[in-house]
């Protein structure tokens, strides 16, 4: 079964410093690949996307991720971290036309930024 | 571009009534429209993936009795909570996807729904 996995729950950084969230999937076609970002009570906003091609792709805010169809993984790394960074990470993949689009999530990754 | 609505942000609801919600996606068409559910500190749940004049698909466990969704047009999804109860107290958000097709999904705010 398809499935979106985000090791870590909680992350604490400080401000300035790089981050990485892993994510890793289980999915047997070629994943299409998405990491969203969700402040407290808002809904989620697109960071970035991986469909095909380039497998380093960028995005929003100074995001970048990875994508390591050999490790299975799709990371998402920022070199320097801002206060405003911190909130609730989600990484997904979606089930293409024969899974009608349907997007499968991580648990998510808590991003707390220290001063 | 690509902007999603929900309307109401917040409600507060007596136990036994019922609720709707409303989704617009205002810049674009949507082929389909997803509802989420959204329990604290915890990822969102797919409930059911609507296309437009077409029957909503249910996920496993959820009741398509209680939780009516109709897709009425390319930018407009609804979803009733029928005779709501506390344990459906919850953040219910929606999603879109362009009828241009790609499998991005544009998330509405989300509405968080108190029954008491």
């Known amino acids: 079964a398809q499935s979106v996995t985000q090791p870590d729950i909680h992350i604490t950084v400080s401000e300035g410093a790089s981050l990485e969230l892993r994510c890793n999937y289980s999915y047997g076609a070629t994943p299409y690949l998405f990491w969203y970002v969700q402040s407290p009570g808002q809904g989620l906003q697109l960071l970035l996307k991986y469909f095909s091609g380039d497998t380093l792709v960028q995005g929003i805010k100074g995001f970048e991720a990875e994508f390591k169809r050999s490790q299975s993984s799709f990371n998402l790394r920022k070199p320097s971290v801002h206060w405003s960074d911190a909130a609730e990470y989600f990484c997904a993949v979606a089930l293409g036309p024969g899974g009608y689009n349907k997007l499968i999530f991580g648990a998510g990754t808590r991003l707390a930024v220290h001063p | 571009g690509a902007v999603v609505s929900q309307h109401p942000s917040r409600v507060i609801c007596k136990s036994g009534t019922s609720v709707k919600i409303e989704c617009r996606s205002l810049d674009f068409q949507a082929t389909t429209m997803f509802w989420y559910r959204q329990f604290p500190k915890q990822s969102l749940m797919l409930m059911a993936t609507?296309?437009?004049?077409?029957?909503?698909?249910?996920e496993q466990g959820v009741e398509k009795d209680k939780f009516l969704i109709n897709h009425a047009s390319l930018t407009l999804s609804t979803l009733t909570v029928t005779s709501a109860h506390p344990e459906d107290s919850s953040f219910y958000i929606c999603?879109?996807?362009?009828?241009?097709?790609?499998?991005?999904?544009?998330f509405g705010p989300g509405t968080r729904l108190t029954v008491t």
């Open positions: 609507s296309n437009e004049g077409s029957k909503a698909t249910y």
């Open positions: 999603s879109a996807t362009p009828l241009a097709g790609g499998y991005e999904q544009y």
